[in-house]
Every structure is written in structure tokens, then in C-alpha cells.
């Protein structure tokens, strides 16, 4: 069942179910293996991220000391992404009304502790579509408020398996994660992704990144 938190924001909880969270779960690993994850830095102070990420995917988002972007290889490795997994592109299908598969798919691990400041994703150039994410292992407290920063701002708690859609009226709303909630309530002890330490958190964006209308990067 899902809920419309705003116009365009739609949370589908438990949306993947426990064989649908195991499938990403093993597609996620395999992402980690061909493209390890790594340190995101602000750009300009060379802050560190607490967030760990990598992607899938043509292009894949990337964040270092010259700036935030969208690029077809791994910064490290310099290998391209691995391809998109099977089980996010098969939610896009189910939950977006957009007619073209997703370019990329941001993986973001949050050890216990770790959280993610309120930000606005605008580093696409297809604004029209969707953001499709996706939860894995602890729960997370998600802020989410308007189209300025100062605007006031509401929390839900993402669940391992839930889905969210971010777009229409809400693809520019400013949002971000406070915290994560402990896993050791034996009531709620589905074993994390093995990738994950105990108590962690992934958290997959699907994105389209460049208009369909104009030729690929
Ligand atoms: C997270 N998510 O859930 C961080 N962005 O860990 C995001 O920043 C996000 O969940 C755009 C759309 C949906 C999201
Ligand atoms: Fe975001």
C-alpha cells in the first residue's frame, strides 16, 4: 500500500519482499566486488562524506574535491560501472510511469552512525523523471521538506525493503537522513546484506541522468 507524503513523493513500504530483498541484496554484492566503494569528498573543502558510495549503471554519480558530477567510469579503478541490477530496474518499471530505463544507480552504505545532510539532487539534467530509491538492512529516519532549504521539513522511517519515489510536484525537495535506528530489537532481526557491517544501511538511487530526447554522453 503506498502513501503520498507530498505531491509526487510516494512511499511504498516493505515494497520488496524478503526473496526480492535477498535477489538485490546479491546483485548489490556483486556491484561491490567489480566496483568497490568509496569516500565521497565535498567539493572545494575536501570534507569527507560519512556516506560510502559506488554505482551502477551508463553513468554514476561522483563527488571529489573539483566537484559533484556524473561520470561513465569508476574514479578509482577506472573501470565503467557495472551494469544496472536486474531488481532495481525491475522496480522502476513497476513504480515509475517513465518510459526509459534509468542511467544511473547510486549505491550509498551507511555504517551505524553515519548520516546524510539535507540536499536537494539537481545534478540531472532530466528533471521530468523520477528518483526511484530503495532501502536495504537498518531502518533510517528520512527528512524531507520543500523547495528551499529553510522550508519545514517532516521525517518517515525507511525500513529495509521499502521503496520511495521522489518526483513531480517533490523531485527538488530538499532531504536527507538523520539517523539510523539499531538493529539489535530481536523482534526486527532480519539478517543485513553480508556487505553491510551489523547495524548498516544501503540505500540505492535510480535516476535518469541526461534527457531522453538528446543523444547519450
Ligand atoms: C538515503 N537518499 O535514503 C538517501 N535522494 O540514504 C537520498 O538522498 C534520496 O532517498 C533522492 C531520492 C530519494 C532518496
Ligand atoms: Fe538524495
Redesign the pocket.
Known amino acids: 500500500m503506498a502513501t503520498a507524503l507530498a505531491p509526487g513523493l510516494i512511499h511504498h513500504p516493505g515494497f520488496l519482499d524478503a526473496t526480492a530483498r535477498a535477489r538485490l541484496a546479491a546483485e548489490i554484492a556483486a556491484i561491490l566486488e567489480a566496483a568497490p566503494p568509496v569516500t565521497p569528498r565535498m567539493p572545494r573543502t575536501g570534507k569527507p562524506f560519512s556516506?560510502r558510495m559506488t554505482n551502477a549503471g551508463p553513468l554514476g554519480w561522483v563527488s571529489d574535491i573539483s566537484g559533484y558530477r556524473y561520470q561513465s567510469t569508476h574514479p578509482e579503478t577506472g573501470r565503467p560501472w557495472p551494469a544496472l541490477p536486474p531488481t532495481g530496474l525491475a522496480t522502476w518499471g513497476a513504480l515509475t510511469a517513465y518510459p526509459v530505463a534509468p542511467e544511473a544507480c547510486l549505491i550509498?552504505l551507511?555504517a551505524p552512525g553515519t548520516r546524510?545532510g539535507l540536499?536537494q539532487?539537481r545534478d540531472e539534467a532530466d528533471l521530468a523523471a523520477p528518483?526511484?530509491?530503495l532501502?536495504l538492512g537498518a531502518a533510517?529516519l528520512?527528512r524531507y521538506g520543500g523547495l528551499d532549504r529553510s522550508d519545514p521539513t517532516r521525517s518517515v522511517r525507511?525500513q529495509s525493503g521499502d521503496a520511495?519515489v521522489?518526483g513531480g510536484a517533490s523531485r527538488l525537495i530538499y532531504?536527507?537522513?538523520d539517523r539510523l535506528y539499531p538493529t539489535d530489537d530481536l523482534l526486527d532481526a532480519e539478517a543485513g546484506p553480508a556487505f553491510l557491517p551489523p547495524g548498516g544501511?544501503c540505500?540505492l538511487?535510480l535516476r535518469r541522468v541526461t534527457r531522453a530526447d538528446e543523444p547519450p554522453r
Open positions: 556516506v550509498n551507511y546524510m540536499h539532487d528518483v526511484l530509491s532501502s533510517a528520512f525507511l520511495l521522489i532531504h536527507g537522513i544501511r540505500n538511487t
